[in-house]
């Protein structure tokens, strides 16, 4: 079958590889649709933590089951579904929480023994599939995925207001936190983003201010929006010298600051802001199982993210779908790869 393979930094080929063997708890999988996610861009420009090429990209993805290994129960063939992309080792003390996102030993799509899902076909536990409903497109589908990382990126606050919410970066992870904040709740929600679409995107989502980092005083118009007070909660979903700085002084004394972007290289941070305003600074890695089910639930329950879906490229043209995302030199939110 074919595999869209990162040879080396910037380059992306379409390989012949074998088509994967499932074990008797899983399925296969014929791919319809995968996501091109940031984290495909690190391995794509060279600055993934630990992943370096040869590398089958992508972890995104939606397709239908055209094979059943002999103990899968719950799932037939035919069914359209979408997949958890990660298994944890099952038996170190985070696995036994439940907490297979920060397993010791996690194996995920495009680590060794398990294909990545810019491929034909893609092989999967029982236990990490979803079914789609059959209103919902393979498209829509697939972005069940980052739409568990924004609700992952929201379950981790422990802040209790939610008056308002800045989200530093308005790219698809940015975008998405602010669709899942407005369900939760969140009252005024401002977003920045160097790019204007991303911008206006967020605005037409229902963000109350869109801000240009690069030409506005985001710290003083979120202090204006609040009334001198600052925000409960900012996620920070870009990453750029100075953003934790920023995130620090748009939040309130005792407010909180989710990370969620993958900052690989140092950046200066002052760090006293955060002591001398008592704010908390947590961290997210992707999602815990029950992320994953509440973002199947909103989209199986009709919420319309079509609008996310803003290039699709074939397999054989992954090399481009990567440089839509990584040059940026087209409007773009997420990009789609469709196989077959
Ligand atoms: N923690 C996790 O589990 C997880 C999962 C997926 C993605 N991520 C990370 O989250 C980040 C965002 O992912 P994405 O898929 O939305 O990427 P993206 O490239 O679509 O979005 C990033 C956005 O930030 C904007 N930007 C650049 N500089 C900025 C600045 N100084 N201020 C504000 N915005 C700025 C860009 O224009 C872009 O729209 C990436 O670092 C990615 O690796 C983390
Ligand atoms: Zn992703
Ligand atoms: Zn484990």
Redesign the pocket.
């Known amino acids: 079958m074919k595999a869209a393979v990162v040879t080396a930094t910037g380059r992306v080929e379409i390989q012949d590889v074998e088509t994967p063997a499932i074990k008797d708890d899983e399925v296969l999988i014929k791919v319809k649709t995968a996501g091109v996610?940031?984290?495909d861009?690190?391995v794509f420009q060279g600055t993934h933590a630990f992943r370096k090429p040869p590398v089958v990209l992508g972890h995104e993805v939606a397709g239908d089951i055209v094979k059943l290994g002999k103990n899968v129960k719950k799932f037939k063939l035919g069914d359209r579904v979408t997949v958890e992309p990660h298994l944890g080792c099952g038996v170190c003390e985070f696995c036994k929480q439940g907490l297979v996102n920060i397993c010791n030993n996690k194996s995920a799509p495009g680590t060794a023994g398990w294909i990545g899902t810019f491929v034909e076909y893609f092989n999967a536990p029982e236990k990490t599939l979803y079914k789609l409903d059959d209103k919902v497109s393979y498209e829509e589908g697939t972005l069940i995925e980052?739409l568990a990382?924004a609700v992952?990126?929201l379950t981790r606050a422990s802040v209790k207001g939610r008056d308002c919410l800045v989200i530093?970066?308005?790219?698809?992870?940015?975008l998405l936190v602010l669709v899942v904040a407005r369900q939760m709740g969140f009252k005024t929600i401002i977003c920045?983003?160097?790019?204007p679409f991303?911008r206006e995107m967020s605005l037409k989502l229902g963000a109350a201010a869109a801000l240009n980092?690069?030409s506005e005083d985001v710290i003083a118009k979120t202090r204006e929006l609040t009334n001198g007070r600052g925000a409960d909660l900012a996620i920070v979903?870009?990453?750029?010298d100075g953003?934790l700085d920023q995130a620090s002084a748009c939040v309130r004394k005792r407010g909180e600051i989710g990370l969620?972007?993958?900052?690989t290289k140092k950046i200066p941070f002052y760090c006293y802001s955060v002591v001398f305003n008592e704010q908390n600074l947590y961290?997210?890695?992707?999602?815990e199982t029950s992320d994953f089910v509440k973002a199947t639930e909103l989209i199986n329950g009709g919420l319309d993210l079509s609008a996310f879906v803003t290039q699709k490229r074939s397999l054989e043209q992954s090399q481009e779908a990567l440089e839509i995302?990584s040059q940026?030199k087209e409007n773009v939110?997420k990009v789609i790869v469709t196989v077959g």
């Open positions: 996610c940031g984290s861009l690190h980052p990382v992952h990126a530093l970066g308005a790219g698809t992870i940015g920045t983003d160097t790019a991303n980092p690069l979903a870009a990453g750029a953003i969620v972007a993958m900052i961290g997210a890695m992707t999602y995302l940026k939110i």
